[in-house]
T-cell receptor
């Protein structure tokens, strides 16, 4: 069964600093991985997805994530944080066969300090 | 193109009552999934419908049920409400049957409070 662990329920960075949100997955088959963002009082919005075409995936709003099979990781990064990046971020995994559902991590709340 | 629409946005119910939540997917999307979001449990999968058929179900009691109509609109129902059912209920739609090759598009959710 697939599972996702997000390290750090809260991350705080200064405006302009590097953003690094950590995600490790567990899957018995090659996974499909996603990052979603949730702004206050809103649903989730897809940031990016990994589907084995390329290990470095670029998403919206300047975010990118790198799939590392040896580390079973899919960390999300952004070179320079902006105040508007403050939100909750969710890593999710699904297998290409079998389960037709997303399994989400517990989420990481990102705070940007001015 | 309009996004996923969930109604109502907020609901307050009393223990023991039942509630029905509605979701209108993006036009052309045939798959609808429901998730429960709580501070303690995070996002948990409830069920997925495709072409009016339930394709997958999460680990929730039978009090939670859903259905999908021929126009892809979906409803979920919770009977005999408990305090622990207080949560944000999110609906998501996708074009294809499988969420991995057809990313989910989420609505803004219905916040249910049970008193």
């Amino acid at each position: 069964a697939q599972s996702v662990t997000q390290l750090g329920s809260h991350v705080s960075v200064s405006e302009g600093a590097l953003v690094l949100l950590r995600c490790n997955y567990s899957s018995s088959v090659p996974p499909y991985l996603f990052w979603y963002v949730q702004y206050p009082n809103q649903g989730l919005q897809l940031l990016l997805k990994y589907t084995s075409a390329a290990t470095l995936v670029k998403g919206i709003n300047g975010f990118e994530a790198e799939f590392k099979k040896s580390e079973t990781s899919f960390h999300l990064t952004k070179p320079s944080a902006h105040m508007s990046d403050a939100a909750e971020y969710f890593c999710a995994v699904t297998a290409p066969e079998g389960a037709q559902k997303l399994v989400f991590g517990q989420g990481t709340r990102l705070t940007i300090n001015p | 193109k309009a996004g996923v629409t969930q109604t109502p946005r907020y609901l307050i119910k009393t223990r023991g009552q039942q509630v029905t939540l509605s979701c209108s997917p993006i036009s052309g999307h045939r798959s609808v999934s429901w998730y429960q979001q709580t501070p303690g449990q995070g996002l948990q999968f409830l069920f997925e419908y495709f072409s009016e058929t339930q394709r997958n179900k999460g680990n929730f009691p039978g009090r939670f049920s859903g259905r999908q109509f021929s126009n892809s609109r979906s409803e979920m129902n919770v009977s005999t409400l408990e305090l622990g059912d207080s949560a944000l209920y999110l609906c998501a739609s996708s074009w294809g049957r499988s969420s991995y090759n057809s990313p989910l598009h989420f609505g803004n959710g219905t916040r249910l409070t049970v008193t």
